[in-house]
T-cell receptor, first 112, second 113 residues
Framework: DGGITQSPKYLFRKEGQNVTLSCEQN?????MYWYRQDPGQGLRLIYY???????QKGDIAEGYSVSREKKESFPLTVTSAQKNPTAFYLC???????????FGDGTRLSIL | QQQVKQSPQSLIVQKGGISIINCAYE??????FPWYQQFPGKGPALLIA?????SEKKEGRFTISFNKSAKQFSLHIMDSQPGDSATYFC????????????FGQGTELSVKP
């Protein structure tokens, strides 16, 4: 089945640690996105990539980093510099920047 | 100017009734307006979308009404069913910002049997 796979579904991090969230898609989409969802605030864009080996900051990139070494993969690292990392993280992809975005089922990150 | 304002925050509708969710925007460069449906613990799923050159789009029980002059658009769910209970997000995108979607705050819909 084609789709977007995010893993793990739940992730716990100790304060001061970096943690990496996985996002893999087998839809052959060029563009990939990371959003953060907090209660009552909708979704906010962290980073996006329109093509392999290129990515741009979104609205709330501070404390996060990404890489796009392969078309199908767009991992997100939540660094210790992110002061409030507890949230639901959603990855999305699309054929191009002007095409509909399709979402994975998210990773819920909590701080121990 | 990049905001999309969504209302109401929560909505309770009886089975068979009409659910209406409203969104407003300021940026006239927005050219694509999707609605997403999200169930607990899942990612949002694209429900229906509209571009500003049409005033209405209907897919089954779901209709988007679009008012370009007022910079408002709304989602109507006809014959609402308990299975429609979910959180709904409107969003907007301009074609010169790399596909970036600006989301509304979400509406939690509960359809009572």
């Amino acid at each position: 089945d084609g789709g977007i796979t995010q893993s793990p579904k739940y992730l716990f991090r100790k304060e001061g640690q970096n943690v990496t969230l996985s996002c893999e898609q087998n839809l052959n989409h060029d563009a990939m996105y990371w959003y953060r969802q907090d209660p009552g605030q909708g979704l906010r864009l962290i980073y996006y990539s329109q093509i392999v080996n290129d990515f741009q900051k979104g609205d709330i990139a501070e404390g996060y980093s990404v890489s796009r070494e392969k078309k199908e993969s767009f991992p997100l690292t939540v660094t210790s510099a992110q002061k409030n990392p507890t949230a639901f993280y959603l990855c999305a992809s699309s054929w191009g920047s002007n095409q509909p975005q399709h979402f994975g089922d998210g990773t819920r990150l909590s701080i121990l | 100017q990049q905001q999309v304002k969504q209302s109401p925050q929560s909505l309770i509708v009886q089975k068979g009734g009409i659910s209406i969710i409203n969104c407003a925007y300021e940026n006239t460069a927005f050219d694509y307006f999707p609605w997403y449906q999200q169930f607990p613990g899942k990612g949002p799923a694209l429900l229906i979308a509209i571009r500003p050159d049409v005033s209405e789009k209907k897919e089954g029980r779901f209709t988007i009404s679009f008012n370009k002059s007022a910079k408002q658009f709304s989602l109507h769910i006809m014959d609402s069913q308990p299975g429609d209970s979910a959180t709904y997000f409107c969003a907007a995108r301009s074609n010169n910002q790399g596909g970036k979607l600006i989301f509304g705050q979400g509406t939690e819909l509960s359809v009572k049997p």
